[in-house]
């Protein structure tokens, strides 16, 4: 063929299409919507085959207004009319609207799951070939699932002229789950089917592979069997990988529970069972910040939560610090003591709590950038958990530079490792410890904000981390925020990947009974401080 | 001449106490029992069991009292120990309903047969029968207490580090027997029972009887802690309680003497909660909440620890007062006076309420003796503390 001769056609298809006006159209569509007015189920069906393919643009149309019920039929005139989603009443063959009042008796075309399943088939081929790519996407996996032989030619032909490699996948494993269940396809055309399936290597893969019966020809029975162990290997590897994400996950929500008792037991020594009241103020911080942004400037929404931490941060370290003027200062030493005292301080601040927001839980908001989730392979990551991974780890990245870095972080070094010492060279001790231990509950207080987001905001928000947090302290090993980090990763990872073998609340209680038997062997906990300071 | 240990056990303090107790056992019985309901000495039924309860928590705190006062032992997790006792008696008393139940079965408890299991699952085997589960009322705390003793104390954890895994062993158990296929009545726990050796529990004879049981049970273990402390074994104890290394030092085995009294403690515990069950009526793992398990401490120290009346005072006025608010206006306030009498005792009367009336009336009687000998001599310096 000539250049001439392509351009000769490309015209007269472009004529063809501006000929295409609704009135001429309206031609095509007249039989089959005569047949919608019969309104009996077996002619629907065939109206609805006849309409999706007179590759009519109105079609599409047509066909969702059926399935949504705004088909309309006059008995009496046998006219049909399609009710926009509006709620105007238009002529169904021209798309005019009608003028004038509505003819009276008018009724929905009706429906039963046969219907319904034409439509859906319909509606998969009308969209396959849609200009838009995302609905290309959306029918070619539709077809998959529905493995609806008839879409096949369909298929073929939008198989034929795709472009965008993701739909053209999509298309090929379509068309290859319809030819996998197809009795007639050839051969060939079945192995290249498993092949397509085996790239695919999903659970929906796996399905489709497992029904290709044992009578099947040899060929096709052994690379289905093959594809079958290749399709298991990877999955087996997601899943593997899956846990693996699940456990970062779980262990950044129990090293951002504990990184501020780090702080407080930690590096202090102080038992602070108040440690997850701390981490409550926190939350309804948050809750508070949104109410008020929700009354006043629901514009500000999305940045609720970054002016939510620094609040949060001076709410739970203002009440640490008076916790530790009023009460523990008069306790160093005496750890048994300080234990009891702060469970008292839980209790009440708890009860305050109650009182003030009363017995419920909750409601706080996720901003837009933190709701939704992305696919990596075969792994759904919600933002919201890489959020709190990677604000986690910029907690802690800045916990250490506060430590290492700044005057503070010195002196409270200082303080930690020799009292008497740090006294002499003018450091003022007693103010070190209220900041240090301000420093530690402000930090669960951030926590507090993130863990609103993955948690009920209620009064017992606090005790549900309590035990968790002190696990992760003392497994990692006590003064040593990096064993703190250890600790918390390695919990949940193994807490997650036990859970598919015992089940989620028997993994908790190994866990426990681990860390138990751990603490017997290490009493000091994984990366124990060494030197004499050990039995202080 | 050597005094014999029981002379030696009861001072003057323990007869009064003991005395008391004797009292109590046979007057309140008497009083329901006896006197019409319009005497204003009757004492209700319902009193009766309510100070049954309390009876059974003071056992507990005797026995954390025992390690925690005597051998510096802070045990969080002693709720467990209670709780174990209560469901062993539990179990007895589920076997107890028989045809009774909901769902007649013989020999399976109705949970069972409602989560449809067919055979009777072999831990519960022996509980038919009272001596049985009077022994496992003993032996299962005891035997969890000597074994995760044994793995503490020999590795030497300490103070902080092993209230911390005590608390995680009784969540631990909670975690467990929260679960349905556990076989213990999972969140319901155990329940419903009818009768216990014959004898109607909801029986007025029964309660008042399970009272007396209960007062006696408390003498006989506060007998026992008095015998434990004042003899030789005790004083090593407290020994260990003030200078654990030195007493190692010494060549004393610390880890046997702390196993055998954590376990002697863990025993008492689950007396408790056996006796606690039936007066009660129901046993479920609420009861090993870490949060019981710290209450029962604050009724140890609000009483005085280290002084066994004051654990046994401590948790009958605590209760005591946990009643009064949480039945009135005032109950949405309990936790606020609960948590301001951990914060209040800790801070301010760190010896209880006995100790510090014991240190009173030593700080009062040295001052007279000072005083008379000031009429011989120059007043002698005052020791420091």
Request: proline share 4%.
């Amino acid at each position: 063929m000539t250049v001439f001769h392509k351009m000769a056609l490309a015209l007269l298809l472009l004529v063809a299409a501006i000929c295409a006006t609704p009135a001429a159209r309206a031609q095509s569509l007249e039989p089959a919507l005569s047949r919608l007015a019969a309104d009996t189920f077996n002619d629907t069906e065939a109206a609805i085959n006849a309409i999706a393919a007179s590759g009519d643009p109105a079609a599409a149309d047509i066909i969702t207004a059926i399935a949504e019920g705004r088909l309309l039929v006059d008995p009496a005139t046998r006219k049909v009319y399609v009710r926009t989603a509006a709620g105007v009443l238009q002529d169904a063959a021209s798309g005019q609207p009608i003028a004038g009042e509505a003819p009276a008796g008018l009724k929905a075309v009706r429906l039963n799951n046969r219907v319904r399943r034409a439509i859906e088939a319909a509606m998969g081929e009308l969209t396959l070939l849609s200009r838009d790519p995302g609905r290309r996407l959306e029918a070619a996996r539709a077809v998959f699932k529905s493995r609806d032989s008839g879409a096949l030619a369909t298929i073929e032909a939008a198989l034929a002229k795709e472009t965008e490699p993701a739909v053209k996948q999509a298309l090929a494993e379509a068309r290859a789950a319809i030819v996998l269940n197809k009795a007639d396809a050839s051969e060939e055309d079945k192995l290249e089917a498993i092949a397509t399936l085996r790239g695919r290597g999903d659970q929906d893969a796996l399905a489709l592979l497992s029904g290709v019966p044992s009578d099947a020809p040899p060929a096709v029975h052994n690379a289905a069997q093959s594809a079958i162990s290749a399709v298991q290997s990877r999955l087996a590897l997601w899943e593997t990988i899956q846990n693996a994400w699940y456990g970062l996950s779980l262990g950044s929500v129990l090293l951002l529970a504990a990184i501020g008792l780090a702080i407080t037991f930690g590096v202090m020594g102080v038992i602070n069972m108040a440690h997850g009241e701390m981490v409550m103020l926190g939350a309804y911080t948050t809750f508070v910040v949104q109410e008020l942004i929700r009354a006043y400037n629901p514009g500000l929404f999305d940045y609720s939560l970054a002016i939510a931490i620094p609040l949060a941060f001076a709410v739970a370290g203002l009440v640490g610090i008076a916790i530790e003027r009023s009460v523990i200062r008069f306790l160093y030493g005496r750890p048994l003591e300080t234990l009891l005292a702060t469970w008292g301080i839980s209790l009440i601040l708890q009860q305050a709590v109650r009182t003030a927001f009363g017995p419920t839980n909750r409601e706080v908001g996720a901003p837009s950038w933190m709701s939704g989730s992305f696919d990596v392979g075969l792994l759904s990551i919600t933002y919201n958990r890489l959020w709190i991974i990677v604000f986690t780890l910029a907690v802690f990245a800045l916990l250490l530079a506060l430590l290492r870095f700044t005057r503070l972080g010195l002196e409270m070094r200082a303080v930690t490792q020799n009292r008497q010492m740090a006294a002499a060279v003018g450091i003022r001790t007693s103010r070190i410890d209220a900041m240090t231990f301000g420093l530690g509950s402000g930090i669960a207080g951030i926590a507090g904000v993130a863990l609103s987001q993955i948690d009920n905001v209620s009064p017992n928000l606090g005790q549900s981390y309590i035990i968790d947090s002190f696990m992760v302290v003392v497994f990692g090993g006590v003064g040593n925020l990096w064993g703190t980090l250890v600790g918390a990763f390695t919990l949940g990872i193994a807490n997650k990947f036990l859970e598919p073998f015992a089940g989620a609340v028997l993994g908790k209680i190994l866990i426990l009974v681990l860390i138990i038997l751990f603490i017997q062997k290490r009493p000091r906990g994984l990366f124990a401080p060494k030197g004499r300071a050990v039995e202080a | 001449m050597i005094p014999s240990p029981l002379t030696r056990a009861l001072d003057r303090n323990a007869r009064i106490f003991l005395i008391v107790l004797a009292v109590i056992a046979v007057a309140v019985p008497l009083s329901n029992l006896l006197l019409p309901p319009s005497s204003p000495l009757h004492v209700p039924t319902y009193v009766v069991s309510l100070f049954g309860k309390y009876v059974c928590y003071a056992l507990l705190a005797l026995s954390i009292d025992l390690i925690w006062g005597y051998c510096g032992i802070l045990s969080l997790g002693h709720g467990a120990f209670f709780a174990l006792g209560g469901y062993a008696m539990g179990m007895y008393l589920m076997r107890q309903i028989g045809t009774r139940g909901v769902y007649a079965h013989p020999i399976l408890p109705d949970f069972m047969v409602f989560l449809n299991w067919k055979e009777l699952p072999v831990y519960w085997y022996g509980f038919d029968s009272f001596a049985y589960a009077i022994l496992m009322v003993l032996l299962v705390p005891g035997a969890l207490a000597f074994v995760f003793g044994w793995f503490a104390f020999r590795s030497r954890v300490t103070g902080v580090y092993l209230s911390i895994i005590t608390q995680a062993m009784t969540f631990a158990l909670m975690l467990a027997f929260f679960r349905n296929n556990f076989g213990f009545g999972g969140n319901n726990g155990l329940t419903d029972f009818k009768d216990i050796l014959g004898f109607n529990v909801q029986a007025q004879g029964t309660r008042v009887a399970l009272f007396a049981i209960s007062v006696a049970a408390l003498a006989l273990g506060f007998l026992i802690c008095r015998w434990v402390v004042t003899s030789k074994f005790g004083k090593v104890l407290v020994a260990i309680r003030d200078a654990e290394s030195r007493t190692r030092f010494l060549g004393y085995r610390v880890e046997s003497y702390k196993l055998l009294v954590f376990t002697l403690s863990a025993c008492m515990a689950g007396v408790a909660g056996a006796l606690y069950v039936p007066q009660v009526g129901i046993i479920n793992p609420g009861e090993f909440a870490p949060a019981n398990s710290i209450e029962a401490v604050i009724w140890v120290a609000v009483g005085g620890r280290g002084t066994l009346v004051g654990a046994v005072l401590g948790a009958v006025l605590v209760n005591y007062g946990k009643t009064f608010f949480t039945t009135g206006l005032l109950a949405p306030y309990w936790l606020f006076v609960l948590g301001g009498l951990f914060v209040a005792v800790t801070l301010f009367m760190p010896r209880g309420i006995v100790g510090s009336w014991q240190h009173w009336r030593q700080n009062r009687r040295e001052r007279a003796d000072a005083a008379s000998a000031d009429a011989d001599a120059a007043p002698a310096p005052r020791p420091a503390e």
